[in-house]
């Protein structure tokens, strides 16, 4: 008898961990998760608060997406979190501060830190139809969904209009205007999924 098993590599991302974490503080709350990317490849316009940022181009060599999976997988740590004002800048918490104060080794599966070819899709959908919301109703993105209610919505993929209230940054205002159209995005990709 065949026996299958899924041999997984435990990674030690405690340097790349340290060097998101520094330039959040830093920046004080001031960076969105795509400036942040920007300013870890060293690809940011430079200003001269930017210069001071101990994170600047440490990670140069990685591929942007992922970075977003390293900020998704400290979001999901408990490390960041987005601001309490519905907009898509990232903060430290306690837990965040503590480690920066006592980095140890952070081992986590390569496969938690991989994001299904769906889940891509799914968020490049909803990034493409928040720009067109944004240019057809002039409002900055945050306005219209922000970066973690994406996040969200991509990991729980909700199936109806109540599910999708429950998501953070999602209000019966949001839901009633647009929660048809995402829960349309989310049918689409769920039946490529299902015919894949």
Request: glycine residues 6%; hydrophobic residues 40%.
């Amino acid at each position: 008898m065949l026996t299958a098993y899924l041999h997984i590599h435990m990674l030690d991302i405690r340097n790349e961990a340290v060097a998101i974490l520094q330039t959040v503080l830093v920046g004080e709350g001031k960076y969105a998760t795509h400036t942040l990317i920007q300013l870890l490849k060293g690809e940011a316009p430079l200003t001269p608060e930017s210069h001071s940022l101990a994170g600047l181009g440490l990670l140069s060599g990685v591929y942007p997406d992922r970075i977003l999976n390293l900020i998704n997988y400290l979001l999901k740590l408990g490390f960041l979190e987005y601001d309490d004002n519905d907009s898509q800048k990232l903060q430290l918490n306690e837990s965040g501060r503590k480690f920066l104060q006592y980095p140890s080794e952070l081992p986590v599966s390569s496969q938690a830190l991989r994001v299904s070819p769906y889940e891509n899709m799914l968020r490049n959908r909803l990034m493409t139809w928040r720009q067109k919301i944004c240019e057809t109703e002039s409002l900055p993105p945050f306005r219209v969904l922000t970066s973690y209610a994406i996040q969200r919505v991509v990991q729980d993929r909700p199936e109806s209009l109540s599910q999708l209230e429950e998501i953070p940054g999602w209000g019966p205002y949001k839901v009633k205007k647009y929660g048809p159209q995402i829960l349309e995005i989310i049918d689409s990709i769920n039946q490529i999924q299902l015919t894949a």
